[in-house]
């Protein structure tokens, strides 16, 4: 089983950015594909963007492609997630997930381990 722990989280102005962090403990981080998952107020939770156990390939929602960017270090057990250009949207509780299925996995259902969130919040 791993743990994680998200950080990062906070009030922004719009077009600013944020970096949110994901600490793991427990199993080999390097044995799970990550992901981050938003949750607006009212909304279902949706998928933001997911990296494989090396970090080689990553997978992204259409509405953050060429704004946010999910990294990896597996030496440190932390994924990332850097957003720019934030908009009043991006607005949500952001988790990540942990998967071990291979490649950049999407659904929520393939990611049995969650962190608690960490909210963010765009200011207009």
């Known amino acids: 089983q791993v743990q994680l722990v998200e950080s990062g989280g906070g009030l922004v102005q719009g077009g600013g950015s944020l970096r949110l962090s994901c600490a793991a403990s427990g199993r080999t981080f390097s044995d799970y594909a990550m992901g981050w998952f938003r949750q607006a107020p009212g909304k279902e939770r949706e998928f933001v963007a997911s990296?494989?156990?090396?970090?080689?390939?990553?997978r992204y929602a259409e509405s953050v492609k060429d704004r946010f960017t999910i990294s990896r270090d597996n030496a440190k057990n932390t994924v990332y997630v850097q957003m720019n250009g934030l908009k009043p949207e991006d607005a949500a509780t952001y988790y990540c997930a942990a998967s071990q299925r291979s490649g950049v996995p999407v659904a929520e259902t393939d990611y049995p381990y969650w962190g608690q969130g960490t909210q963010v919040t765009v200011s207009s």
């Open positions: 990296i494989s156990w090396g970090g080689a390939r990553t």
